[in-house]
C-alpha cells in the first residue's frame, strides 16, 4: 500500500524558511515515480510548485524559482522541499504527490497523480 507523508510545516516570518518532508512507503522503486508538490490556500485551486523526476530533473513554478529547491533521498525514500524566503503568499496546505513514470505534465506541473499525501500546512506571517 503507498502512502506519503508529508512533515516540517509551521508557521514562520516573511523572509523565513522551512524544509518540508515527503516521506514514502510502498512505492515499487522509488526512482521510478515522479514527485510533485503542491498547495492549495483557502478559497484558491491548488496550483503545482515542483515536480521532481528521478533524481535527474526538477521542474519549478516560476512564483518559487530561486528560493524553493527540491532534493530527493533514495535511501530514505523522501522528498524534501527546501523553502527560503517565504512570503505571506506562499501560505497554504502543501501536499506531495506520486505517479509512475513516464508521467504527463503541463509545464512544470505533474497532471493527474496517482498517490497523495494528507497536506501539511505552511503559514507565513508579515
Known amino acids: 500500500q503507498v502512502q506519503l507523508v508529508e512533515s516540517g510545516g509551521g508557521s514562520v516570518q516573511a523572509g523565513g524558511s522551512l524544509r518540508l518532508s515527503c516521506a514514502a512507503s510502498g512505492l515499487t522503486t522509488y526512482d521510478m515515480y515522479c514527485i510533485g508538490w503542491f498547495r492549495q490556500a483557502p478559497g484558491k485551486e491548488r496550483e503545482g510548485v515542483a515536480t521532481?523526476?528521478?533524481?535527474?530533473?526538477?521542474y519549478y513554478d516560476d512564483s518559487v524559482k530561486g528560493r524553493f529547491t527540491v532534493s530527493r533521498d533514495k535511501g530514505k525514500n523522501t522528498l524534501y522541499l527546501q523553502m527560503n524566503s517565504l512570503k505571506p503568499e506562499d501560505a497554504a496546505m502543501y501536499y506531495c504527490?506520486?505517479?509512475?513514470?513516464?508521467?504527463?505534465?503541463?509545464?512544470?506541473?505533474?497532471?493527474?497523480?496517482?498517490?497523495w499525501g494528507q497536506g501539511t500546512q505552511v503559514t507565513v506571517s508579515s
Open positions: 521532481s523526476i528521478s533524481s535527474d530533473k526538477t
Open positions: 504527490a506520486a505517479h509512475l513514470i513516464p508521467c504527463r505534465m503541463m509545464g512544470g506541473t505533474l497532471l493527474d497523480p496517482t498517490y
